[in-house]
């Protein structure tokens, strides 16, 4: 289950450095879950609709961004924390929200990203960040699903992610977290299986860290 969020702004611009405020503002509404300590079993989208400046990003018509959950009572208690206290960050304030429910993706194998989509391995003291055009990234892409799935009792065998890395407009991002600097894939990823296993990934994510804003697929 998706819902989509339309967002007042004030006139001033949005750092660009704001994924962590984001964040916090989630978790506020969330309150306590049971997803805590756990693989995230949801996603969020990136900002939409701004314009990049010299100071940051502008938002002149309003901000809009999704959030999706494989549990729809967690995303419920979201709207429900939102109902509680509609604020976010910078003086940002949910406006509106829209129930989206889950599409028929049987015949849907191509995703297009919400957010970037970000793989790491740790090797020893080591972090590699892959991305799209390494040929580990679709078993990277696939191994983490899989163990998502798992958390979430469900198995299939016919499993196959890769990205679309002929996508013309494919591409890295660099995403700077808490200071701390992750290089993320921006490019379409193409999922076949079983229609329930692309809508758990429509819903979830792909990839890790999807529970801090990384990953959500359109």
């Known amino acids: 289950m998706r819902i989509h969020l339309s967002i007042c702004v004030p006139k ?41 400046t010299k100071t940051g990003l502008l938002f002149e018509n309003g901000i809009s961004f999704f959030f999706s959950s494989h549990y729809p009572e967690l995303i419920q208690k979201l709207i429900s924390g939102i109902q509680t206290d509609k604020t976010m960050f910078n003086g940002l304030e949910v406006e509106e ?33 892959v991305l799209y055009d390494d040929p580990r990234a679709g078993f990277f892409l696939k191994e983490t699903l899989l163990n998502k799935m798992a958390q979430a009792g469900m198995i299939d065998d016919t499993l196959e992610i890769r990205f679309d890395s002929d996508f ?8 700077n977290y808490n200071g701390i600097k992750n290089k993320a894939s921006w490019c379409p990823v193409i999922i076949k299986g079983k229609t329930e296993t692309k809508l758990f990934a429509w819903n979830v994510g792909l990839g890790n860290s999807t529970g801090i804003g990384f990953g959500a697929i359109i």
Do not use: C
């Open 12 to 52: 001033n611009s949005l750092a660009f450095d704001h994924q962590h405020l984001l964040v916090g503002t989630i978790h506020k509404w969330l309150g306590w879950n049971e997803e805590h300590g756990k693989l995230s079993l949801y996603s969020f989208s990136r900002f939409e609709g701004g314009k990049v």
């Open 97 to 129: 929200i829209i129930m989206q429910e889950d599409p028929d993706l049987s015949r849907r194998e191509l995703f297009m990203p919400g957010s970037p989509i970000f793989i790491k391995r740790k090797y020893g003291e080591k972090v590699d960040h």
């Open 168 to 175: 013309r407009k494919a591409g890295s991002k660099m995403v």
